[in-house]
Each structure stands twice: as C-alpha cells, then as structure tokens.
C-alpha cells in the first residue's frame, strides 16, 4: 500500500481532476472483498483526495458561475436580472438557505433581490447602516459574520428588526461589502435557519461574487450617463420617437376604450384598461358623486373631492388636478353625466388622454341610459301584457322571462306603493338587484309590480326591507302559468290596497291570506266615505293608547284561536287566567254582547284588518 500512498501523494500534488479521479478508483479496486484492507495512512490519504477532487468540482462551478456572470455584466442592460442570478447562483454555490443582495441609500441600506427568502417582512428590510449585520456589512469596512444573530452580543441590535429575523427563522449570517473603486454600493449576504460557521472557502465563494454584483451596478450607471449623454445629443430624434409613442399610447387607449364600449358598455371594462394604461387607480362616480366603479375600493378616490377644482373641471370642460389627484367630467351638452377620478396627479401631456376617456365614460353613459330605458319599455310592455292577460299575453311570449313561467318554476306577483321615494331609482335598483333572476320590473298604474320567480323572493324582499317605511307590498302565491297571472296581481293588489286603508307604512301582506278583508280595503279605497270596520273595535284601540294595555291585541287572539281561552294564552304567552280577566274588561268596553255570532263576525273582520298593519299582520 506504500506505493498507493506515494502514486496518491503524486496525483495530488499535479491537482489534475483526470489524474485524481483515476487514482480514487485504483485505490477503490485494490480493496475488493478479498483484497488487502486500506492502513491508517492510505485512508487518510484516499480522504484527503477525495476532499481536494471535491474542492476542485467546486472552484470548476465557481469558475464557470463567474464566467458566465461577466458575461452578463458586460452584455445585459438588465442589471435587476443580473443581481437576481448573483444571489440565485450565490445560494446554490453556498448551499445556503437565502440569498440576497442589499443597496445603500445615503443613510440606510435595503434588501434588493434576494432568493430563498420566504416572508414579505424580511424581503423588504430596511435596516440603518452601521446596526445589524447587514447594516455594519453596507459601512464597506469589513466582512461580517455571526453564527446565531439573536444572541449575537457584539451587534447593534434593533427591536423591530429582531422581530423579522425571528419570524423568517434566520440564526447564521455572512455579509461581504460590495465595493468598487473605493465606493461602497452595499452587500451581498447569505443566510441560514440553523447555526452555522461559514468556512474560509465559502467566504472567498460570497467575496467573489460580490465584486462582480459591485461591477453589474457600476456598469449600470455608466450606462444610464452614456444614455443621457446620447438624449442630450439626440433631442429632436427623441421628440419625434416621444411623439411617435405617444400616437401608439394613444391607439392603445383608443382600443381600449371601444373594446368597453363594444362589450356592451360596461365600465369594469372601461376602468381596468384605463387602469393599465394610466398606471393609476381610478373611480368612476354618476352625477351624484357615488362611487360606480372603483379599481381600488380602499383608496376612497370620492371621498373629500376638492369643489372648486371639480367645479372648474365641470365648467371648462377640461381636466383639473387637485392634489394628488387628477379630475375631469363627462357630459352631454350641459348636463353633468358623472366625473372620472385619477389617482394621480398626471402631467399635462396626459391630461387630453384623460379628457378621451371622459368623453368615452359619457359615451358609456348615455349607452347605458338608453339600455335601461329600453328596458323600462320592455318590462313594462310584459307587465301590461301579463295583468290583462288573454290575447295580449302573445305579445310578449318571446321574452326569454315569460317562457320562464312553467309548470315547477313558480312566480309570484308583488304590487308596491312608494312613499316619500322616487319611484325611478328605486324601480331601477329592484331591477338590478333581481336582474339575474329574470324579474320584471315595471310601473302599473298607481303602483310598482314586479314579476319575480319565486326562489328569488327572499331577495327581493331583502331589497324592500332596505326601503323601510319608503314602501308597502302586497304579495301573490306563487303561480306556475301564465293564465292565472291577472289573478295573481289581483291578489297581490288587494293586499296592497288592504295596507293602504290601514294607513301603516313599511309592510307586507300576502294576498291570499287576507280574504274577504281585501274585497273590504278595496271598496273603502274606491269610495273613502264608506264606513271603515274598523270603527266597532275602536273602543279597544282608544283603551290601550290611553292605559298601554293589549285588549285589541288580546281579542284578537281570541278570535283566531276560536274563542279558545288556553289557545289564546298560548298565542299570548300568558296565563289563561289573565285572559278571562282581559276579556272581562273588553266586555265592559264592548258590552256583554260582543261574543253574539253577529256581533262576534264583525269584531273578528276588524280585527283581521287591524292585524295586517301589526306584525300578526297574514297570522
């Protein structure tokens, strides 16, 4: 084995990577099942070879890394894609867990690309030269290196900072200044989860690649001076490119813009190709300042406009910038359509570009105007059609909602009257909110209908609810063809009627549990001098205003229950006891004979028609 060891030593001492690798596998074969076993020395020796073919393997990929990086620093303008491959090839040489490379500014120095890193907080950091490792790497004095940084007393600690380095979980770090003609641009560092000691050869890895990312940022400087020596030079070549770009921007915009109007005006569309070519979050408001589209909702756009600079946009016809925000109306003759809000505060070249927009935004508009208004006249045509029923049903039988009434696919009819609300908008948001259901919204008389499937009920009398004490509703059951839609809004239209002779405000009935109370509410709205039913039961009203008490309450539910005294005080939540009492009072009101069938049948009709304006109301 003598002889291995001094054939072994000889290859070495050559450090040909052929030479080595075909000493290793002759001293391998020399040891086979039957062979001799290696000596002491020979091992040593064998490891010691393989340790140097290795550290060759690795000088061959540095060498190669370097190469290859030069190449890029001197032929790539994109000195962010280079600095990205410094730290990428930088981890991968280093076996590192991170990467990255951190730039000076005059007081502080940040992480520029990095690879490796997992959390936002610690790909942003920030740090004051001079603090931290990366902040005492950025002073160009010397290379830096801890093996467990949080317990590293030697360092210039900074709370916040600790707090980013332990949630990216970072123990060990090695920071080597970048430098270049004795000017310092930062650092490039690797880092890892676990402690550990870098060695000398990784060190002189990280110090190599440092000085090329140090180039690659010179490089670009010199670039940027070359290229503003060449505009200066090149002047009106550059205004007539400027100008050139400027058309094609202006194409871009112009494509833009009619792709939104082409697909049917819809300004989402319009406000994210804005978007992308302005480079600015921006809103769309109507003539009333509310909001109707915003490409960032939290940026508020609307919110705190500056009137007098709105009112100079609205009265030039021209944009305005106020602040740091850029505004400019749309109109149609001396009507306000709505105002386009930029986030920005764009620089006169870009302002005519605004104003294109404005004018396609009223364009859009007044597109979108007359989309509903041909939609009024056709839900209104339906409704019409539909409530007289007949012949005139043929009318509409090609509208897409009406072949929706079949057989399982029930619809009911609502009839609404509106109280201290434009009827328009409010129409109008009933008609959006259910617009996905197929519902007919329209103006019918003295009253709104709307004929809305039956599974979109719920919505729809979400939107009523948000109305309040605006509306009344009077609702059908649901019906499933179209013949018995006239009955249908006639139901619906006695319950309404039935609400309004009670003179309550924000309800609901349904029109198929009201009965003969409907035909009553009906023939008192026709002929107000009528007498009202309700006049038998006034006693007890009056009674319970002037003492807080629930006679009226309570003989209603007398008279629901079938003048049963426990079904009552369940209705009630009382003792039956308290219920005789009750109605021991109410016959000293009404007079011992209230309880006779005549009498009795007239008390529990006014009570039927008082309860639709309480919350028994169809009980």
Do not use: K
């Given at each position: 084995m003598?002889?291995m060891?001094?054939?072994?030593?000889a290859?070495?001492a050559?450090?040909d990577?052929?030479r080595l690798?075909?000493?290793i596998?002759?001293a391998?074969?020399?040891?086979?099942?039957d062979g001799p076993?290696l000596d002491?020395a020979d091992?040593?020796?064998l490891?010691?070879?393989q340790q140097r073919?290795?550290?060759?393997?690795?000088?061959?990929e540095l060498?190669r890394?370097?190469?290859s990086?030069a190449?890029?620093?001197?032929?790539?303008r994109?000195?962010?894609g280079?600095?990205?491959?410094?730290v990428?090839?930088?981890?991968?040489l280093?076996?590192a867990?991170?990467?990255?490379?951190?730039?000076?500014?005059?007081d502080t120095?940040?992480i520029r690309?990095?690879?490796?890193v997992?959390?936002?907080?610690?790909r942003?950091?920030?740090?004051p030269?001079?603090?931290?490792?990366l902040?005492?790497?950025?002073?160009?004095?010397?290379?830096?290196?801890t093996?467990?940084y949080?317990?590293d007393?030697?360092?210039s600690?900074?709370?916040?900072i600790?707090?980013?380095v332990?949630?990216?979980?970072?123990?060990?770090i090695?920071?080597?200044p970048?430098?270049?003609r004795?000017?310092v641009?930062g650092?490039?560092?690797i880092a890892?989860?676990?402690?550990?000691e870098y060695?000398?050869?990784?060190?002189?890895?990280v110090?190599t690649?440092?000085?090329?990312a140090?180039v690659?940022?010179?490089?670009?400087?010199?670039?940027e001076?070359?290229?503003g020596?060449?505009?200066?030079l090149?002047a009106q070549?550059d205004?007539d490119?400027?100008?050139m770009?400027?058309?094609?921007?202006?194409?871009d915009?112009d494509a833009?813009?009619?792709?939104a109007?082409?697909?049917g005006?819809d300004?989402?569309v319009?406000?994210?190709r804005?978007?992308?070519l302005?480079?600015?979050d921006l809103?769309?408001l109507?003539?009333?300042g509310?909001?109707?589209?915003?490409?960032?909702p939290?940026a508020?756009l609307a919110?705190?406009l500056?009137g007098?600079?709105l009112?100079?946009?609205?009265?030039t016809g021209r944009?305005?910038v106020?602040?740091?925000?850029?505004?400019?109306?749309a109109s149609?003759?001396?009507e306000?359509?709505?105002?386009l809000?930029v986030?920005r505060a764009l620089a006169?070249?870009?302002?005519p570009?605004?104003?294109?927009?404005?004018?396609?935004?009223?364009i859009l508009?007044?597109?979108?105007?007359a989309?509903q208004?041909?939609?009024?006249r056709r839900d209104?045509?339906?409704?019409?059609?539909?409530?007289?029923?007949?012949?005139e049903?043929?009318?509409?039988r090609?509208?897409?909602r009406?072949?929706?009434?079949?057989?399982?696919a029930g619809?009911?009819?609502?009839?609404?009257?509106?109280?201290?609300?434009?009827?328009?908008?409010?129409?109008d948001?009933l008609r959006?909110?259910?617009?996905?259901d197929?519902a007919v919204v329209a103006l019918h008389?003295?009253?709104l209908?709307?004929?809305?499937?039956d599974?979109?009920?719920d919505a729809?009398?979400?939107?009523?609810?948000?109305a309040g004490?605006?509306v009344?509703?009077?609702?059908s059951?649901?019906?499933?063809?179209?013949?018995r839609?006239?009955?249908?809004?006639?139901?619906?239209?006695?319950?309404l009627?039935?609400l309004a002779?009670?003179?309550?405000r924000g309800?609901s009935?349904d029109?198929?549990?009201?009965?003969?109370v409907?035909?009553?509410?009906?023939?008192?709205?026709r002929d107000p001098t009528l007498?009202?039913?309700l006049?038998?039961i006034?006693?007890?009203e009056d009674y319970?205003?002037e003492?807080?008490?629930?006679?009226?309450?309570?003989?209603?539910a007398?008279?629901?229950?079938?003048?049963?005294?426990?079904?009552?005080?369940?209705?009630?939540?009382?003792?039956p006891n308290?219920?005789?009492?009750r109605?021991?009072?109410?016959a000293?009101?009404?007079?011992e004979?209230?309880r006779?069938?005549a009498?009795f049948?007239?008390?529990?009709f006014?009570?039927?028609?008082w309860?639709?304006?309480?919350?028994?109301?169809g009980g």
């Open positions: 003598g002889a060891e001094s054939l072994l030593r290859v070495m050559e450090e990577p052929a690798e075909g000493a596998a002759a391998r074969e020399g040891v086979g099942a076993a002491e091992a040593r020796t490891r010691a070879l073919l290795a550290q060759g393997a690795r000088r061959e060498l890394t370097v190469s990086i190449v890029d620093v001197t032929t790539r994109d000195v962010v280079v600095l990205h491959e410094i990428r090839r930088t981890r991968l280093t076996g867990d991170m990467a990255y490379i951190a730039l000076n500014t005059a120095t940040f690309e990095s690879d490796g997992r959390t936002e907080e610690y942003t950091l920030r740090m030269i001079g603090y931290g490792v902040g005492r790497a950025a002073t160009g004095r010397a290379i830096v290196t093996a467990d949080l317990e007393a030697a360092l600690h900074i709370g916040e600790d707090d980013i332990r949630g990216e979980g970072v123990r060990s090695l920071a080597v970048m430098t270049l004795e000017q641009h650092a490039l560092l890892d989860r676990t402690s550990r060695p000398p050869e990784t060190v002189d890895i110090d690649l440092s000085r090329h140090s690659a940022l010179d490089n670009a400087r010199r670039f001076e070359v290229t020596a060449l505009a200066s090149s070549q205004e490119e400027e100008r770009v400027e058309l094609h921007e202006i194409l915009l833009g813009l009619l792709e109007l082409l697909d005006g300004l989402e319009l406000a994210r804005v978007h992308e302005l480079g600015a809103a769309l109507d003539a009333g509310v909001p109707m589209v915003e490409t960032d939290g508020r919110v705190g500056d007098e600079a009112r100079a946009a609205r009265g944009p305005a106020s602040g740091g925000t850029t505004l400019a109306c149609s003759g001396r306000h359509l709505g105002t809000v986030g006169p070249r870009l302002l570009r605004v104003q294109r927009v404005a004018v396609f935004f009223g508009l007044l597109l979108g105007r989309q208004d041909d939609r009024r209104r045509a339906v409704i019409d059609a539909l409530v007289r029923g007949g012949r049903v043929d009318t509409v090609g509208d897409a009406v072949r929706a009434v079949r057989p399982g619809v009911r009819m609502v009839a609404i009257d509106v109280f201290d609300l434009d009827v328009g908008p409010l129409a948001r959006a909110g259910t617009a996905h197929g008389g003295d009253h209908c709307v004929l809305v499937p599974a979109a009920a729809l009398s979400a939107l009523l609810d948000v004490s605006g009344n509703a009077g609702w059951s649901p019906v499933e063809d179209l013949e839609i006239p009955a249908a809004h006639r139901s619906a239209e006695l319950a009627r039935s002779v009670l003179g309550v309800r009935a029109g198929e549990r009201i009965g003969m409907g035909l009553m509410a009906e023939a008192i709205h007498p009202s039913p006049l038998v006034r006693p007890l319970d205003r003492h807080g008490t629930e006679l009226t309450r309570s003989a209603w007398f008279a629901e229950s079938g003048r049963h005294v426990p079904r009552t005080a369940q209705m009630l939540h009382v003792h308290t219920v005789r009492q109605l021991e009072r109410i000293g009101l009404l007079g004979d209230w006779a069938p009498r049948l007239d008390l529990h006014a009570l039927r028609m309860s639709l304006g309480r919350e028994e109301a």
